[in-house]
């Protein structure tokens, strides 16, 4: 098994991170997930093109320049239907989301899953709180907000967006970019050493969870560029965050990921975990990318069927987050 190596673990339990260069081959592991957005992308943009909503489908132009194009235009965001996951609401019956084969194989990666391994021994479940994320130039977000997925990401721990049940989950985060991130296209930054203090106040808010700066010590943060293929891995009580994409017209286009050894609870019991390695049980590893795909499928209809559900512990009312 490759994994990481004793100094990368080192890293990782010294610093609450760790970043791996060439973990993934761009051609390999990332064209597949590439062209499977493609297709994704060309259907929205054929749909707004016969609602006349855009003037051209453009066709001729690469994943980025057109997904910028057609949210400019358009003046609306796409993200859900690209996300690997659903919407924090009961109202998720239509919900579009994308949970192609392409990604699946991605997710249950043997090369990544060695790299789990190394941190998280080898029986590993697939955490359901998973995103894909297309940052995109500030100019092509038309919204008052900060945009979701597609704008900048606030301050936070991941242990602040599970429930409390899974505070002591050995969650681990896994953000792959498929492009080069950059400091000016948007990417992540982290607080080294921020895993050694506990769970922070966090506070709902426009952008999700933040933790009030109040809380956290900014200056002792450092940016991750990283190329397509590298991967970091997070402890769950990691700060970090992403800032605006400052570029005129490039996409910061990643997947954060996370896993955590079977049996603990997941801290989402509404979305669907699944057995991505077992040593100790090969069977109970799910391999179908079409079974994965109707997980998710079922999800939505629960998820419509039932109350409003609290995906975490947090409220704006705390006078920490006045
Ligand atoms: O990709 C980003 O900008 C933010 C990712 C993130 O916050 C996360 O993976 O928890």
Redo the contacts with the bound molecule.
């Keep these: 098994m490759a994994g990481l190596t004793q100094a990368q673990l080192e890293h990782y339990d010294e610093k609450g991170y760790v970043v791996a260069e060439s973990v993934l081959d761009p051609q390999e592991d990332l064209a597949p997930v590439m062209a499977e957005y493609g297709a994704v992308l060309d259907g929205i943009a054929q749909d707004l093109h016969a609602q006349g909503v855009i003037a051209s489908t453009y066709a001729d132009l690469p994943f980025d320049r057109r997904l910028i194009h057609v949210c400019d235009e358009s003046r609306q965001l796409f993200t859900q239907p690209f996300d690997i996951s659903l919407p924090q609401r009961a109202e998720s019956a239509a919900a579009p989301m994308h949970t192609g084969a392409a990604v699946f194989n991605l997710l249950v990666n043997p090369r990544l899953l060695d790299c789990v391994e190394s941190i998280l021994g080898p029986e590993i479940l697939s955490n359901p709180i998973q995103?894909v994320?297309m940052?995109l130039p500030r100019r092509a977000v038309h919204t008052d907000g900060p945009g979701g997925l597609a704008g900048?990401?606030p301050w936070?721990q991941?242990n602040g967006?599970v429930v409390e049940a899974a505070d002591e989950t050995e969650m681990l985060?896994m953000?792959l970019p498929l492009n080069d991130a950059t400091v000016e296209n948007?990417c992540?930054h982290v607080v080294p050493y921020s895993h050694r203090d506990g769970i922070a106040l966090h506070c709902p808010g426009n952008g999700g969870l933040r933790i009030p700066e109040t809380q956290m010590d900014e200056a002792k943060a450092v940016p991750l560029p990283m190329r397509a293929g590298s991967v970091l891995f997070?402890h769950r009580r990691t700060m970090?965050?992403?800032y605006a994409n400052r570029t005129p017209d490039e996409v910061?286009w990643?997947f954060?990921l996370r896993y955590q050894p079977v049996g603990q609870p997941s801290g989402r019991p509404l979305f669907p975990d699944f057995v991505a390695r077992s040593r100790a049980n090969p069977e109970s590893e799910l391999r179908d990318a079409a079974a994965w795909a109707e997980l998710w499928e079922d999800t939505r209809v629960r998820l419509a069927a039932s109350a409003q559900q609290k995906f975490n512990r947090w409220s704006a009312d705390h006078p920490g987050c006045a």
């Design positions: 995103h994320r940052k900048p990401t936070h991941d967006v985060t953000w948007s992540l997070m970090h965050c992403s910061r990643s954060d």
